[in-house]
């Protein structure tokens, strides 16, 4: 008997269908499949036949039925410029449609019902080697959605990429000279495991649309770009199983991996479960690694359900190689209803920091245990000037830290840096062993102390308050702190205001004091 269905031609890719003969004997036909593209007036039922009867530079190729094709298919030529126009029909390929050469993809039909699916869960749904632009459309894909490969460009105009592993993918280049370039416009790129992952030699540009994923927002190994002047990055964590990390980007810890953010918001809500006797540290950062500059934007990262965690740290910035700010905001948040073990949340945590650099902008950390605006621990030079910091912490075992330095000279400036705590301790500024902190101008202030120099391991922290030059004109230091403004066993103060409800200062912990006609030392 004739079993009805349909075979591909190898190596044309034309579809046949299997039928029956009329008189139902045990004969077969095989009918060519109905054309489910177009070109002009000519329909074809192959996309082979379809770039075989390309004759000018350019075409457009337009779906006219919803079509699987189970087949490996052509190549588009290079050279030429193909406009694929899904036309509101579902295409279903079984294998990559590659691109060599100049391709549009668009769905024109005003229900925008237009998709190109694939049928494999292993397999890339767009192979790109020459330049791409998606503007409208619904791409799926199990592996990738667009797979860029060498010196290749995407543009994002429109249009939906949705992938259960990566939106776009962008291979490493070999070098400067073939460096991929990616631009998103408009549009939704999403990956379950990352929306965007870039190899080396990418440049990326966001200036608008939506890049989505549940682990992690983008990639950047060295080399590579990423540019943000609109648009999100949205990284939620909504299943049940805990990641180990999730970010909004994770870069390469270089100064050749940057990224810059100067207008648009990296968003991180992490739904982090845990359990009993769970052993590993979890961590949700809005930016971590390469080197960052932030001139405005928003960077906010929240926590929230998380079920018993041993250790959980929240970070807007985790690492950076280096880190510039100028204005923008950072706000970093974990809800304390269901949280039972030890929270961290971090504005900037720099351990691996190289010229930190703060001359602008809001840094703002809430915690139920452990909030700290800057944690910086580099002997690079650090400066914090213009800037806004703030940490709190909301249960009555939590401290709170505006600015920490363990290492190295941080210049402070015409800055106001806040630390307020439930019951604990909360410091506006606390330096650590082998660190120093100049503090010339602005407004420190923490609901025990606004300054805290720390002795571990007998060295010594080290504070100057206010500058001796008189010929240099600025705002005095003013300092506050709920228990005293200045604490700890080594200070130098110039001048600027003092205030402590106990006393302005601990005895014996200013070193040099070096007085100025409008130093004051005053109590509340």
Request: proline fraction near 2%; include cysteine; glycine fraction near 12%.
């Amino acid at each position: 008997a004739c079993q009805e269905g349909s075979i591909t031609a190898i190596p044309d890719g034309t579809t046949y269908h299997i039928e029956q003969s009329e008189d139902y004997n045990e004969n077969c036909w095989l009918v060519e499949a109905d054309a489910y593209l177009q070109i002009g007036q000519t329909e074809y039922n192959s996309l082979k036949k379809a770039y075989d009867a390309i004759t000018g530079d350019s075409a457009t190729i337009k779906v006219i039925a919803d079509t699987s094709v189970e087949a490996i298919l052509p190549e588009s030529p290079s050279g030429k410029t193909i406009t694929f126009d899904l036309n509101g029909h579902v295409l279903t390929y079984s294998q990559p449609l590659i691109n060599n050469g100049t391709m549009i993809i668009k769905d024109d039909d005003p229900r925008k019902t237009g998709k190109l699916l694939h049928s494999k869960i292993d397999t890339d749904t767009i192979v790109n080697n020459g330049d791409l632009t998606i503007e409208s459309g619904y791409i799926t894909a199990g592996k990738n959605a667009v797979l860029n490969n060498s010196g290749s460009t995407l543009t994002i105009d429109g249009g939906t990429l949705e992938s259960t592993d990566c939106g776009i993918r962008s291979n490493g280049a070999s070098g400067q000279g073939k460096r991929v370039t990616v631009i998103i416009n408009n549009g939704i790129v999403s990956g379950d495991n990352s929306g965007m992952y870039s190899g080396s030699y990418v440049d990326v540009s966001l200036l608008g649309g939506t890049v989505r994923s549940l682990m992690q927002g983008a990639y950047l190994a060295n080399y590579t770009t990423l540019t943000i002047d609109g648009g999100a990055i949205e990284v939620e964590n909504t299943d049940t199983v805990s990641r180990k990390a999730i970010s909004g980007i994770e870069g390469y810890s270089s100064a050749n991996t940057t990224v810059t953010l100067n207008s648009g918001t990296i968003r991180v809500i992490d739904r982090a479960y845990g359990w009993d006797g769970m052993s590993d540290i979890h961590e949700t950062s809005g930016i971590v690694g390469a080197s960052t500059t932030i001139t405005g934007g928003n960077i906010d990262v929240n926590m929230i359900r998380t079920n018993n965690l041993r250790s959980f740290y929240a970070n807007g910035i985790r690492e950076p190689y280096a880190f510039s700010m100028s204005g923008g905001n950072i706000t970093v948040n974990s809800d304390e209803s269901t949280i039972r073990k030890t929270t961290h949340a971090y504005g900037l945590y720099g351990i691996f920091g190289d010229n930190i650099s703060i001359t602008g902008g809001t840094i703002t950390a809430t915690a139920p245990n452990n909030a700290t605006g800057t944690y910086i621990s580099t002997s690079e030079p650090k400066v914090i000037s213009n800037a806004q910091i703030t940490a709190t912490t909301t249960t009555s075992t939590g401290t709170a830290v505006g600015v920490a330095t363990y290492s190295g000279t941080i210049n402070i400036s015409d800055s106001t840096i806040t630390a307020t705590a439930n019951q604990a301790s909360g410091i506006g500024i606390n330096v650590y062993s082998g660190g120093t902190a100049i503090i010339d101008g602005g407004k420190i202030s923490g609901s025990t102390y606004g300054v805290y120099t720390n002795t571990q391991s007998g060295s010594l922290g080290y504070a100057t308050i206010g500058n001796n030059n008189n010929a240099i004109e600025r705002n005095a230091p003013e300092i506050i702190g709920g228990s005293y403004a200045l604490y700890g066993n080594s200070f130098n103060y110039y001048d600027g205001t003092l205030r402590g409800k106990l006393k302005a200062f601990q005895e014996g912990s200013i070193n040099d004091q070096i007085g100025r006609a409008d130093q004051q030392e005053c109590r509340d």
